[in-house]
């Protein structure tokens, strides 16, 4: 790992929060936020246990804070009870019944708007049928969906009976998704025929009959939502449609009340070593994560329109769409497909259309749509929008200044949230009305969050600008439970390398500014971040190595000008080299190899065909050389070790 790394990149402008934002804000200034950091900075567990008073409605309420008698396995509210699905339904019904918790729009243009007790009711049926088919508390349903509502009423069901699910985003292939229902030992799988993307449709109910064709035998039942029409193959049984199992089910139903530890989802996710690890999120805490972050870094209010353009088979869309949007009791709204269909407007038209007041989308998208002109956007009215938000990679300033003066019409406040699937909610990023925002830098840690920068000893690096280790030097209640199954590799992830110390460790490097802004500036492990989701290296080569002409492969990532790293592979055959180490056939045979046993995310961009790999004395593959090869950058690392320095030639494609 490589903690002395001087940050290059320099940004000086500043940002202050609009007046006429700040005028409205829930944190309005500067002092406020201090106040409330240093409330939390002197009585962490006090103040959190004030904010899971206040934001949260208890069946039981708790006594017990923090408990970390059984760390880094630590436990927040443990003897409280509670119901995530009451807190983002029930809850509201009496002030809110009528007003829309979802606006919905499909990639054709079709829309919906479903009211909060129209919500709840569909969630209550949906839930009974759960019951029906025997899922029961702690078992584990997998849903894999496309960007419907269904998706979010299957999760508020599960949330509702205290079933754990698992959400297997839907670009996901067969051979992901089989992996991930057997690790988790999933009793019902929830799917679609098909949804709509990008122009085709994404053909779920086949991926996921091809996945429970060998294996997962955990599986029972498989509920089956008709969204694109596609034929299906059906079995008897197995099989059953969503609208059948909500024939005729009881319109209310009963949360059933779950200790603040339940696991409420695994959500896997990609390491650098082996294949994705469940991350396991609690019920109370991880809620509570998901609420104050809504209120205090989206500022969420009871007029908003509130977008978040995250799948829900991503962290992002757990928390900003199916559960923190609605347990504040606000509109969202959820589009089904991709944002260039018809064209690169998309995105502007719905937000036009829908009055949309705070959007939050990844870097990757918004350099995609940048790159596509400004004629887009300037079509639609985009008046409505008063908050922009940032979320999955750092954001290049050049990207930024193109969200501020395009799509926030140099009005909008722009929030750079740093988090990860394991915090659970934002960790790092600007209250809007309070916090000066430089482009770039996700600005300053939340209230009750202790995230720090240390050198590799765990001591806190004052000197400003100087690379280090990020890590959260206390418990926060929406942090990672564990690892499902692996309480190991949990351990050796996050806490090992800190250990006497107790900081978990995010995997991130970062620095401090003079203002002691934080700039993330990469992972410190072997994992990529290709449009703003995580891979690993190790999931990729797996795959390339999976196909019987390969013998071995490394990957590693190169910048990439709109999704934020690409991966070139390097790749020794079984047989012969081909001629010049390119051969265009096999790559795109390749290429598409890895999309079948991963996902089309995980298609490498480059490929070059070596006769050996580049190695150390003890056998370790020299990723940096490699990375700097995929650069096309001048090489300056000691190549001498190597066993064969003609090898360093055809990787670089010279022989
Ligand atoms: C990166 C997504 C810079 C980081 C919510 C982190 C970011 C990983 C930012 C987690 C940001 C996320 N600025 N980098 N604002 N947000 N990252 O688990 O490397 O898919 O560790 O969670 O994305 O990715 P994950």
Redesign the pocket.
């Known amino acids: 790992m490589d903690t002395n790394i001087q940050s290059t990149l320099q940004e000086d402008r500043l940002f202050q929060p609009p007046a006429k934002f700040a005028a409205q804000a829930r944190i309005p200034n500067r002092e406020a936020l201090d106040a409330l950091r240093e409330k939390a900075e002197q009585d962490h567990e006090g103040f959190w246990a004030e904010q899971a008073r206040e934001e949260l409605d208890w069946h039981t309420p708790f006594e017990s804070v923090l408990d970390d008698s059984k760390a880094p396995r630590y436990q927040w509210f443990a003897d409280g009870k509670i119901n995530v699905s009451h807190n983002c339904l029930d809850r509201h019904l009496a002030q809110r019944g009528d007003k829309t918790a979802i606006v919905f729009e499909g990639e054709q243009g079709d829309t919906r708007h479903i009211s909060y007790a129209e919500l709840h009711r569909d969630v209550c049926r949906f839930a009974n049928g759960l019951k029906s088919l025997g899922v029961a508390s702690g078992d584990r349903v997998v849903i894999y969906m496309p960007m419907v509502p269904e998706a979010v009423i299957a999760m508020q069901a599960c949330a509702r009976i205290g079933a754990t699910h698992s959400v297997v985003f839907g670009g996901f292939s067969a051979e992901a998704l089989k992996d991930r229902i057997e690790n988790a030992a999933a009793k019902v799988v929830i799917t679609a025929d098909g949804g709509h993307r990008g122009g085709k449709v994404v053909e779920l109910k086949a991926a996921a009959d091809q996945a429970l064709s060998n294996g997962c035998d955990s599986i029972e039942k498989v509920v089956v939502l008709k969204r694109a029409g596609n034929d299906i193959g059906f079995q008897p049984g197995r099989d059953i449609w969503w609208s059948e199992l909500m024939e005729g089910q009881a319109e209310t139903c009963e949360p059933t009340w779950v200790g603040s530890e339940h696991p409420l989802f695994l959500l896997y996710?990609s390491g650098s070593t082996g294949k994705p690890k469940g991350i396991e999120h609690s019920s109370a805490g991880y809620l509570l994560g998901a609420i104050t972050t809504m209120k205090w870094v989206f500022d969420i209010n009871d007029n908003d329109v509130f977008w978040c353009t995250a799948d829900v088979g991503?962290?992002?869309g757990h928390t900003y769409v199916a559960y923190g949007p609605l347990a504040c009791g606000a509109t969202m709204l959820m589009y089904e497909g991709a944002p260039t269909v018809p064209d690169a407007g998309r995105f502007w038209k719905i937000c036009e259309d829908h009055n949309v007041s705070i959007f939050y989308t990844a870097p990757t998208a918004i350099r995609a749509l940048m790159k596509a002109g400004d004629a887009f956007p300037q079509q639609y009215d985009l008046s409505s929008i008063r908050l922009l938000g940032?979320?999955?990679?750092?954001?290049n300033p050049e990207a930024w200044m193109w969200y501020h003066r395009v799509i926030g019409g140099e009005r909008c406040p722009i929030v750079?949230?740093?988090?990860?699937?394991?915090t659970g909610a934002h960790m790092?990023?600007p209250m809007p009305g309070a916090v000066a925002t430089k482009p770039g830098s996700?600005t300053l840690p939340l209230p009750g969050i202790a995230a720090d920068v240390v050198d590799a000893d765990g001591n806190s690096i004052e000197q400003p600008n100087q690379g280090g280790f990020l890590v959260i030097r206390k418990p926060w209640p929406s942090m990672v439970r564990g690892v499902w199954g692996d309480d190991q590799r949990f351990y050796d992830t996050y806490w090992k390398q800190f250990d006497t110390q107790k900081f978990y460790l995010?995997?991130?490097n970062a620095r401090r500014d003079e203002d002691g802004y934080f700039w993330?500036m990469?992972?410190i492990d072997d994992?990529l971040?290709v449009s703003?989701?995580?891979l690993g290296t190790m999931e990729v080569e797996s795959a390339l190595v999976a196909h019987p002409l390969v013998a071995e492969a490394a990957v590693v990532s190169r910048p990439h000008d709109i999704k934020g790293e690409s991966i070139f592979a390097f790749v020794v055959l079984r047989g012969e080299r081909p001629e010049g180490g390119i051969d265009k056939s096999l790559t795109r045979e390749l290429r598409e190899w890895v999309g079948k046993q991963i996902g089309a995310i995980a298609k490498p961009d480059d490929m070059r065909f070596a006769d050996n790999l580049p190695k150390t004395r003890s056998g370790k593959i020299m990723r940096r050389l490699l990375r700097t090869i995929a650069c096309g950058e001048e090489i300056t690392q000691d190549t001498s070790t190597l066993e064969n320095e003609g090898i360093v030639l055809q990787l670089q494609g010279k022989a």
Do not use: K, L, S, Y
């Open positions: 996710t991503w962290v992002t940032t979320v999955g990679e750092p954001i750079d949230t740093w988090w990860q699937t394991e790092i990023a996700c995010a995997g991130d993330i990469g992972r994992v971040n703003g989701h995580r």
